[in-house]
């Protein structure tokens, strides 16, 4: 019978295949996605702690000598191991049982019920979580910074600003970055709104005293060990956000940082003299190409105002003017070099004044569980208390995987952009 508990679960597999979260988490991940139908074969993994080799310089065991001189010496490569072990990204969502069984049909909620949308509201926030995990965050987990207290709230700094918050979130507060202090002993709690325009972050709760500086995490309970995938911002940088990769010290293998195309912490705009010293250092240091970028909107409208005024379509005669459309297709933002033909991709949840151009077969995607249902037994469980059960039911989705790169510095982060989104000028 449709019904049953047992019957409504195996529907519910039914109404949600692998292939239609898939397709609904893909429309939320654009970096995810591109990660999974791109990266080279070779490149994914899914099984144990992941070990792999940096080999950092050759043994140059070659040199000139006189008739009878003495033969080059023997020398070791410089090399060393990296690690990369995977994170559990989880989402979850509770139903009453009278919801659930009155709530079940377009007559009682929209789109086929109150269980499929639940469903799709969880799919949809975990998606996000996953990107702005990977695209916005150095490996700390780290969401935003805050620049000054206030009462019940607090104002985020720049230039993560409050870009990686959404209402809803429990938050904790640290004194460092991805530390396990908490400023205040009254810790973990709910964000109730965001005003993006003065980066206002307001929670419930009592008044946390909290200090300019301190470092936004997201926590499920009180004194949460921070645990965190590798981000974008630590695997393309210098040290600046984080001084180690993959478990190996950036002091002490220098290779191990990116390229950085930065102004002295001096704003400006995004030219197209900037992109073409940035490709051609990154091959010059690493020997390879950049094959794409990666940035957020507000650069991509700083490069339309530099592009638009130089690229105008020529008028062929009265008859057939210029065209008069605006606006641009994803597709046509290039960047043309010797070897390289790299697309422009749009992230709205890379943070502003940055642009990333990247070597794509440097990084590499750990899927250990891909996201699906957590529970391999069925979706939905009764919901526990003491000695009994609550009349609702549970549901967890998740996958565990993880991101990274085996060549740092075959990439170029370019810092210090003016960004439309954060008010520059």
């Known amino acids: ?21 898939d397709a609904m988490v893909n429309e939320e991940t654009p970096f995810r996605k591109k990660l999974k139908k791109s990266v080279p074969a070779g490149s994914r993994v899914s099984e144990a702690i992941v070990k792999f080799g940096f080999n950092f310089n050759p043994p140059q065991n070659v040199g000139n000598l006189a008739d009878g001189g003495t033969l080059p010496p023997a020398k070791d490569r410089t090399q060393d191991q990296g690690t990369l072990t995977p994170v559990i990204f989880a989402g979850a969502f509770q139903i009453g049982w009278t919801t659930r069984k009155a709530g079940n049909s377009n007559n009682a909620a929209f789109n086929g019920g109150e269980l499929r949308r639940r469903t799709e509201e969880t799919l949809s926030n975990l998606a996000k979580f996953v990107e702005t995990s990977y695209t916005g965050t150095h490996g700390t987990g780290r969401r935003a910074r805050v620049e000054s207290d206030g009462s019940n ?70 004194a949460q060990t921070i645990v965190a995938p590798n981000g974008l911002r630590g695997l393309v940088d210098d040290s600046t956000f984080a001084s180690s990769i993959h478990g190996l010290s950036r002091s002490t293998y220098p290779k191990l940082k990116a390229n950085v195309a930065g102004n002295g912490g001096t704003l400006r705009n995004l030219t197209e003299q900037i992109l073409i010293r940035a490709s051609h250092e990154n091959r010059a240091r690493s020997g390879k190409r950049v094959t794409d970028f990666w940035t957020g909107p507000g650069q991509v409208e700083k490069y339309i105002e530099f592009v638009a005024p130089d690229r105008r379509y020529m008028v062929k005669s009265d008859t057939d003017p210029q065209s008069m459309v ?28 940055e642009m990333f151009l990247l070597n794509w077969d440097t990084f590499f995607h750990y899927v250990a569980q891909d996201m699906d249902w957590m529970d391999e037994g069925g979706m939905l469980q009764p919901t526990p208390t003491s000695g009994a059960y609550k009349a609702s039911f549970l549901a967890y989705l998740g996958s565990i995987e993880n991101i990274g790169n085996d060549m740092p510095l075959g990439n170029t982060v370019v810092r210090d952009l003016k960004d439309p989104v954060v008010g520059d000028v």
């Open 1 to 21: 019978m449709a019904g049953e508990f047992d019957q409504i679960t195996a529907g519910l597999k039914n109404a949600y295949p692998k292939s239609v979260i």
């Open 153 to 222: 709230n607090f104002v985020a700094a720049l230039p993560e600003a409050a870009l990686l918050l959404r209402e809803n979130f429990y938050i904790t507060v640290r004194t460092t970055d991805g530390g396990a202090t908490v400023r205040d002993s009254l810790d973990l709690r709910k964000i109730t709104a965001i005003n993006h325009a003065t980066r206002t972050v307001t929670y419930d709760g009592a008044d946390q005293t909290l200090v300019a500086g301190d470092h936004v995490h997201i926590v499920n309970e009180l």
């Open 326 to 353: 605006t606006g641009y297709t994803d597709d046509k933002l290039v960047h043309v070099a010797p070897g390289v033909y790299a697309r422009i991709n749009l992230s709205f949840d890379i943070v502003p004044r």
